[in-house]
């Protein structure tokens, strides 16, 4: 597992590439809870900030390693991580590669596919390959027919409900109020 964060050969899934890129962030956000009142606090941002600069550095090549190897999942040389240095577009673009399309199934020129974090579509297409069709399967059947059956009955007997009487005058016949005889 720690080759993965080290080693740019092999391929990593979606999944483990987003999880890489949050914790990333997460540990640089401490890295700054812990670093950043001291840099305030002096007014400088360069002097003798040595635990900010040491761990900063393994989690960007943790980064680019995520980053390539991902790229390779893809069937794609790793310097195409490099379009993330145009501004705006390039970020955008490694979003959609890296964190939204899948990777080429099967063997590529990088390895075979990564075991262990399949990506969800992969998985969901097994889950519905392997749905039952047994007798349990044909009881929910059953059970739903007769339970849409049953539904549809008591909204027919609802519905059958004779309507309400028309408003009639609560006055007798002949009466007549506010009227001086």
Known sequence: MLAEFLWIDGRATRGRWWLT???QIAIMVGLLAVTWPDMISTG???DDHSLFYALSLPVGWIGIVSNVRRYHDRDKNGWWMLIGIIPFIGTIWQAIELG????TPGDNRYGPPPSG???ISNDMTEM???R????LAKVDDDYLAAYAKRYKAEQAAASAVPAAPA???ATPTGASFGKRR
């Open 21 to 23: 890129g949050f914790l």
């Open 44 to 46: 400088r941002f360069g």
């Open 100 to 103: 939204m399309l899948p990777g």
């Open 117 to 119: 974090g399949a990506d």
């Open 128 to 130: 519905r390959a392997q």
């Open 132 to 135: 039952p069709t047994g007798s």
């Open 167 to 169: 408003f009639t005058s």
